[in-house]
């Protein structure tokens, strides 16, 4: 499984920047999608998550309302939409892949198997 991120950049808070993430190597069928996020001298955290088959999704508490997880199964591509930045939403933001994957473990770092290289988010303020 190959996983490109895209979609960084600088915004001013309050303001909004979409994330993408370009999935390639099988089919995803079964696998859970999930995007996580590293902010300088902090743990890797999860932010949100979503089942291949059947959409089922999970977000950290910090995100909810703001965040908005989702796919495209035709193009192997998996989306996060940030609406309502603020500064402690910067961060390297990760997506990754992990197959066989039940509802519960959707936001567990070790149930991801294969990572995508980190595309970056600055939220001034």
Do not use: H
């Not at 590293?38 to 999704?57: D, L």
């Amino acid at each position: 499984v190959q996983l490109q991120a895209s979609g960084g950049g600088l915004v001013q808070a309050g303001g909004s920047l979409r994330l993408s993430c370009a999935a390639s190597g099988r089919t995803f069928s079964g696998y859970g999608m999930g995007w996580f996020r590293q902010a300088p001298g902090k743990e890797r955290e999860f932010v949100a998550a979503i089942k291949w088959s059947g959409g089922s999704t999970a977000y950290a508490d910090s995100v909810k309302g703001r965040f908005t997880i989702s796919k495209d199964n035709a193009k192997s591509t998996l989306y996060l939409q940030m609406n309502n930045l603020k500064s402690l939403d910067t961060a390297v933001y990760y997506c990754a892949a992990a197959p066989r994957i039940i509802t519960s473990s959707l936001g567990r770092p070790s149930s991801y198997t294969s990572w995508g290289q980190g595309t970056l988010v600055t939220v001034s303020s």
